[in-house]
């Protein structure tokens, strides 16, 4: 997938806004409603039955599904693996007769619309997104609440009434941190989600839930790079040439914790802090700093599946970019860094042209590939990109 088409995916789901209107003025500030009908893009990401497709996927989502109720009738029906889609239904009616909202995990690749979306994403914020879906009965209610991740909502059946905080999000850490007491709603909007609505919601906006109709909607998270992150990103940079900061920092820490006295630490890392400060006003350290980031990142996406089969190819052998492949390209002074999801292909830097024409282009023919090489390199290089999942032979 380039970039290109990253965006281009993304634009479709959150239509009629521009993408560069979430990106600049919505993406951690404010929640929004982007409403839409049967006939959105979105409205089909998880294909044209959604509940039926889930319980064709019994085998997969059964064992692992979760629920929430603001007030239960009782404690939830056992969630174990189940024999048939019929089965899957009857387990949640029976969730549904006690208040409960069942909670659907390991959806995203069972469509692969879905699948694509969640990819664009991740290409374009360098950092996993992950989906779920909810399913609940019209009567159901779910208790204030909010996310540790972003959110967007896609309401794919039926219809909810959202209950949003109208105050800034303090955008919490993702670590738990002392709870609070009750989560209590305070100033707010109430908005009607139908079919083919969006919502997006800042992490750490407060809200609840009420299903005003049978309903199936999609919740994506995802947190984009936060500056806490770029910082780290700088700091892990620097700590791969300069041996101190991969010292031990305290080996005493547990006594040093009890008695609250950690000795020489504070110095050290007051004159850390300094040399982290001090190559930090170099950009060209920056850039290097968040390119090695971006390629542990896709590097950390789940992997991509293989092709079946061995890769055979020629060089008039026809290659497009897989939908759900994603590609950061780094070089060093000796070599090329092409991380994707699940690894990294290190590749000698005399053919750095052709590899990123490789990754630059949605489709092309093996002997295209530029760069002062024969075609039995060309061949190389596509079978073993194949190999890795990130292109798809559509001939040859």
């Known amino acids: ?141 779910a208790p204030v609440h909010h996310d540790d991740y972003d959110i967007i909502v896609v309401q794919l059946t039926g219809k909810k009434r959202w209950f949003i905080s109208t105050e800034r999000s303090e955008l919490p850490n993702v670590w738990k941190t002392v709870p609070e007491g009750a989560v209590l709603l305070g100033p707010h909007e109430v908005l009607e989600v139908n079919v083919g609505d969006l919502l997006y919601l800042p992490r750490g906006t407060k809200h609840r839930v009420d299903a005003m109709a049978d309903s199936f909607h999609l919740s994506i998270g995802f947190i984009p790079l936060t500056m806490r992150e770029a910082i780290i990103a700088a700091l892990d940079h620097l700590s791969e040439f300069d041996r101190s900061f991969r010292e031990f920092a305290d080996p005493r820490l547990a006594l040093s914790i009890r008695n609250n006295n950690f000795g020489v630490l504070p110095e050290r890392i007051r004159e850390g802090l300094a040399k982290l ?11 290097q700093s968040l390119q090695r980031r971006s390629s542990r990142a896709i590097a950390d996406l789940e992997k991509l599946p293989a092709p079946k089969g061995n890769v055979t190819l020629s060089a008039g052998s026809l290659l497009r970019q897989s939908p759900v492949g994603v590609a950061h390209l780094m070089a060093t002074a000796q070599k090329i860094d092409l991380s994707h999801p699940g690894g990294h292909v290190y590749i000698h830097r005399g053919v750095e042209e052709s590899v990123a024409f490789m990754v630059g282009n949605r489709e092309f023919r093996v002997r295209d590939i530029p760069g002062e090489i024969g075609d039995d390199v060309r061949i190389a290089l596509a079978e073993k990109f194949v190999g890795a999942g990130l292109f798809e032979v559509v001939t040859g």
């Open 1 to 141: 997938m380039i970039l290109q088409d990253a965006y281009s995916t993304f634009q479709k789901i959150l239509d009629p806004m521009p993408l560069d209107t979430f990106l600049d003025s919505v993406l951690g500030q404010r929640f929004i409603k982007i409403p839409g009908n049967a006939q959105s893009a979105r409205a089909h990401l998880f294909g044209d039955n959604p509940l039926q497709l889930a319980l064709d996927s019994f085998d997969v989502l059964a064992p692992r599904m979760g629920c929430h109720s603001e007030a239960p009738l009782g404690p939830h029906p056992l969630i174990e693996p189940l024999p048939s889609a019929e089965a899957f239904k009857a387990k949640i009616e029976a969730f549904y007769s006690l208040g409960y909202t069942v909670r659907l995990r390991d959806i995203r690749k069972l469509s692969p619309a879905l699948d694509e979306f969640l990819r664009a994403m991740e290409s374009i914020f360098h950092t996993p997104a992950t989906v779920e879906a909810f399913v609940s009965r019209g009567d159901a209610h």
């Open 277 to 287: 400060q001090g190559i930090s006003q170099s950009d060209d350290f920056i850039a």
